[in-house]
Each structure stands twice: as structure tokens, then as C-alpha cells.
């Protein structure tokens, strides 16, 4: 049996942790996740998806949020000696201290196809860049982000997909390759391939501000915007003096179509509502720019 060590916390992991739980081969010895953190408006702590998971399943949790953390950490992983660690999602950087304790041991999901799109915001950004194949990297973790040997590939179309249905479809992916890929790892059946550097696109923490657009922008950059940052940031633009989030759209040939949209403290509508009760408006519309009501 594989003793595991799960390094992670984001939803996007869940399905690979599940796969590897249930599997027989493997016996997953702890869980090194981030603490609940104070949400909504009470403020009270939810515990983020994998420790969720980890408590339910009474899995031997360990917590690690501040730099101070991590010799704990490192004496537990020292304690424990996994055949090999699975990091997915964890939100921290792992220091050189914990990865030289197990070297080739820390094993990295990443949702693209690197070296294309390393860093926070893979997914959007491929979807930025109108790509129709991303993919999922397995890496061996180094001290640079995502920069690691390549351990495995494997494409996945996400075209005309935004981010939460391209997550979901990457996500399990990676859950349906994950046990064998370890397997095969350890067993050395797999031939560990160097990225190349120069050949690196790099993607940045997205924020509030990368939301906001001119509805008169280029419609493809605008759609993509929309598919990007759904169901957050959101895309916002102005009508006048109305903000509206744009919620969802199509492109139908060069026309952007709006199928979803929400004004500023209003109910989400479909776009032929929204045309109904906001006519007024509708002179505002770019000719590249209609609503779903005008197919």
C-alpha cells in the first residue's frame, strides 16, 4: 500500500483526494490544509473544501497558514515518511526545508498544459487567450512556481466553456489520472521531462478591478472576459449611469450576445428580460453588442 501525504485545500483537488481515498492502493496518512477562516456575515469559520472533506472522513488533519507553521509540518512529513506527496490547490509555498526532506517525492496538479499559464490563474487564462486545449500537468514541485519536470500530460478541450464548468472538467480529469500516475511515478514507468523555460506564459492574481470593462470594448475580448472571470470577478460595465454584470453571452459571428445579466442591486435576468424592462437603455448597445432577445 502507497502511504500518502495530501498537501492541499481548494475544491479544485477534492475530486483526486476522493479518487485516491477510495482506492485500495492507497492510504492517505494526513492532511496538511490551510485553518477555517471567518466568512459571510456572521464571521464565522468555514473550513475550506478539503479539510471539510478531511474532517468527515476522519482523516489526520495538520494546519498551516503562517510561516512559523511549517516546522511543524516538516516534523510530521519527517515522522510519517510518505511514498510520495500530492500537492493540489494548497494556496502556500511550500519551503525548500519541507521538499528537500522528500526529494522527488512532491507531486503537483497543475490545470495547464506548462510551461503555458504557470502561476495563480491558469484556467482563466487560457480562456483569456481564447485557447479551445488546456490540460493537466503533473510536476514534480521545486522551489520556483510550477516550474518543476514535467511527469505527465494529458489534453482537454474547454472550449466555449467558462471557468467553473473548464474547473470542473480539469478537476476530474485529474481525478481519473491521479492514482495511476503516482503509481506509475514510483514504479519509474514514466520519463520525467524538464520544462522549458523560454517557452514559460506566466498569469497573475486576478482582482476586482480586471472585472470592470467598456461595454464598447472588442466583443471577442469582452466574451472572453465574461467566460474568465465567471462567477468572479464578474464582468461590469455602463449603461448610462447603470452598472450591469454581465453575467453570460455567446458569440454569434462577430456579434456578442448577452444571454445573462444582473443591474446593480437587481435580480440576475435573462438578456430579453432585461431589454423588456431597461428599453431606455438599449441605445447605448455598441453594433457589436445585443441582447438574446434580438436572435
Not at 159 to 179: K, R, W
Not at 203 to 228: F, Q, V, W
Not at 237 to 253: D, E, Q, S, Y
Not at 263 to 270: D, L
Request: with cysteine; aromatic share 6%; proline share 7%.
Amino acid at each position: 500500500m502507497i502511504k500518502l501525504l495530501i498537501f492541499a485545500a481548494d475544491s479544485f483537488g477534492l475530486p483526486a483526494i476522493e479518487a485516491l481515498y477510495n482506492d485500495q492502493r492507497f492510504q492517505i496518512c494526513g492532511v496538511i490544509t490551510r485553518p477555517a477562516k471567518p466568512a459571510g456575515r456572521g464571521l464565522k469559520p468555514e473550513p475550506n473544501p478539503v479539510l471539510s472533506y478531511a474532517e468527515s472522513n476522519q482523516l489526520d488533519i495538520f494546519l498551516v497558514d503562517l510561516k512559523t507553521d511549517w516546522e511543524a509540518i516538516e516534523a510530521t512529513v519527517s515522522k510519517i515518511q510518505p511514498d510520495a506527496v500530492l500537492v493540489v490547490g494548497l494556496g502556500r509555498i511550500i519551503p525548500n526545508s519541507t521538499l528537500n526532506l522528500l526529494p522527488d517525492k512532491f507531486i503537483n496538479i497543475h490545470p495547464s498544459l506548462l510551461p503555458k499559464y504557470r502561476g495563480p490563474s491558469p484556467i482563466e487564462g487560457a480562456i483569456l487567450d481564447g485557447v479551445t486545449e488546456s490540460g493537466v500537468s503533473f510536476i514534480l514541485v521545486t522551489k520556483e512556481m510550477d516550474a518543476g519536470p514535467v511527469i505527465s500530460q494529458t489534453v482537454v478541450n474547454i472550449g466555449h466553456i467558462n471557468a467553473v464548468a473548464a474547473a470542473e472538467v480539469l478537476s476530474q480529469t485529474a481525478a481519473e489520472l491521479c492514482p495511476q500516475v503516482i503509481i506509475d511515478y514510483l514504479d519509474h514507468k514514466l520519463k520525467v521531462l524538464p520544462q522549458i523555460d523560454a517557452q514559460a506564459t506566466y498569469t497573475h492574481i486576478i482582482t476586482k478591478a480586471d472585472g470592470s470593462c467598456d461595454i464598447g470594448d472588442n466583443p471577442y475580448e469582452l466574451y472572453r472576459k465574461i467566460m474568465a472571470y465567471n462567477p468572479w470577478p464578474g464582468v461590469t460595465v455602463t449603461f448610462g449611469k447603470m452598472k450591469v454584470k454581465l453575467l453570460n453571452a455567446k458569440m454569434v459571428g462577430d456579434i456578442l450576445h448577452i444571454t445573462a445579466i444582473q443591474p446593480e442591486n437587481k435580480r440576475a435576468m435573462s438578456g430579453a428580460d432585461f431589454g423588456r424592462g431597461y428599453q431606455h437603455l438599449l441605445t447605448r448597445l455598441p453594433q457589436s453588442v445585443k441582447l438574446d432577445k434580438e436572435l
